[in-house]
């Protein structure tokens, strides 16, 4: 286990969800993507909680061990409302989001969804769903093609679990060229995706995003879903990531948003740690909410001592 970071479970939107946490202070959720489980924010977990924050990273929906829902549903929404499930469970009603891949997708809809409830958002991997397809052009199309695929009944869970879950490590190298990755690394992925129920889950992620991006009955879904961003939001891409071209993020803008690279793929948070690390706890000391907590919170530690 990673020094200092500890694992349970929290019940929330009427689910039981598997956390990783490390470190006390103002809330930060990390919010993992597909196919990837909360260790991938190993790394950033004791360095958010050395810089004076609480710092939760859980298993989405569906991923294992956190429980797959009976009723299958995974849309966008829902997995918001799983985000603010999760803050009132931790006892925070203010809080920030650091997302990645589909986590960024979730972090960006939640920060639509409740705008007084979020402070900071770091969006990565993924841009906003307004510039995503503003920005779609054929490369991009054959770069998506597998959301596409994840469209057909059945086939896609008994791919996903062939062989060990070497489709799974297939992904990750054509993501992410450039990251030497271990068995340890993508273990505890095959773990999260062992199960049929598990892998139905998660494709449904990708099941439920075209009627919500196309239905015109929740005309308020949608625009969560490609609102933008309110809040200050830091976007990183990465400059090599075979899964969304680093062409993607052109034009992404909003109130206070700021986009930048890291020379790494698809994953860049685990090919280049340090450097993704010092970017969200930099960004996240600027704002006003957590900067006052900390403040507050080391002005009583000084009283203190």
Known sequence: ???????????????????????????VLCLHGFPDSAHTFDDLLPRLAAE???????????????AAPRDGDCRVP?????????????????FSLVGHDWGSVVALTTAAMAPSRVDRVVAAAVPPLRWF?????????????????FQLPGWPETHLGLSDGRFIEWIWRRWAPDWDFTEA??????????????????????RGLPGALLSLRRASRRGWLIAPPRQSTLCIYGEHDGCIGPEMWRGVTGADCRVAGL??????????PEAFAGMVTDFLSEGGMNAALRSGRQADARQLA
Do not use: C
């Open 52 to 66: 004076g924050y609480r710092a939760v990273a859980p298993f989405l929906r569906g991923y294992a061990p956190t």
């Open 133 to 149: 397809l503003a920005n779609m052009r054929p490369a991009q199309i054959l770069r998506s093609w597998y959301i596409g695929y």
């Open 185 to 206: 690394d993508i273990a505890p992925v095959r773990a999260a995706l062992a199960t049929r129920a598990a892998r139905r889950a998660v494709l449904g992620y990708y």
């Open 78 to 94: 829902t997995l918001a409302r799983d985000v603010l499930g999760l803050a009132d469970a931790l006892g925070a009603r203010r």
């Open 1 to 27: 286990m990673t020094a200092g970071v500890q694992s349970f479970d929290i019940h929330a939107n009427g689910l039981r969800f598997a956390v990783r946490a490390a470190g006390e202070g103002p809330l």
């Open 263 to 272: 020379d790494a793929g698809h994953f860049m948070h685990r090919k280049q």
